[in-house]
Every structure is written in structure tokens, then in C-alpha cells.
């Protein structure tokens, strides 16, 4: 690989302080997950993953505590978003669709 192929394409840091819970260390370069960044208004931010082998997607949002929660048809039943955030996942969930389909 080149340098600039080494180069990173996006950085981003934690907005979220301590007590929200320590943020996921996620591999943007696997190639088999599909990664998407959200960042409201407020700072607060979100992490979608899809993992093209599992068939399964997980969001991590900074004001839920970092923590991984499932993505069941293009919805997380244990987590209430804003209007903003659900467009957003909807347009993470549509994109694999697509993809799978073809």
C-alpha cells in the first residue's frame, strides 16, 4: 500500500465525558462492515455497524452509554430516538438493503 492509501479518511473523538461509558474502538478498514457516523446538534454521536457476513447491525450512540444495541429491521427496540437520529438509521438500514440485493 501506498502512504496515502494509509492515510486515515476520517477521524473523529469522543464527545461524550466519562460517564457516558467508553466509546467502541471500531475498524473502519474490515472489509466485511459497512460503518456509518451520526452527529446531532448537540454533539451527541452515533455508530452503526453492519456486519455483512453475520447479517446483523449494531448501534452504539454516546448518550446510551456506548453500549451495542441490536438493529432489528431497521429499528432499535430498546433505544428512543430523536426524529433526526431515525432518519439517519433508516438511511444506514436502507443502504444495506440495496446491497444485499444485489
Given at each position: 500500500m501506498t502512504e496515502a492509501e494509509l492515510e486515515p479518511l476520517f477521524t473523529v473523538s469522543n464527545h461524550h465525558g466519562p460517564e457516558a461509558g467508553r466509546p467502541p474502538a471500531l475498524n473502519g478498514d474490515a472489509p466485511h462492515l459497512y460503518h456509518s457516523y451520526f452527529e446531532n446538534?448537540?454533539?451527541e454521536q452515533?455508530?452503526?455497524v453492519y456486519d455483512w457476513q453475520a447479517r446483523q447491525a449494531?448501534?452504539?450512540s454516546g448518550d446510551a452509554g456506548w453500549q451495542p444495541y441490536p438493529v432489528v429491521n431497521g429499528r432499535v427496540p430498546d433505544l428512543k430516538l430523536r426524529e433526526e437520529?431515525?432518519?439517519?438509521?433508516r438511511a444506514c438500514?436502507?443502504?444495506v438493503r440495496e446491497?444485499?440485493?444485489t
Open positions: 446538534m448537540y454533539g452515533s455508530i452503526f449494531i448501534l452504539w437520529e431515525l432518519t439517519w438509521l438500514w436502507q443502504a446491497a444485499r440485493k
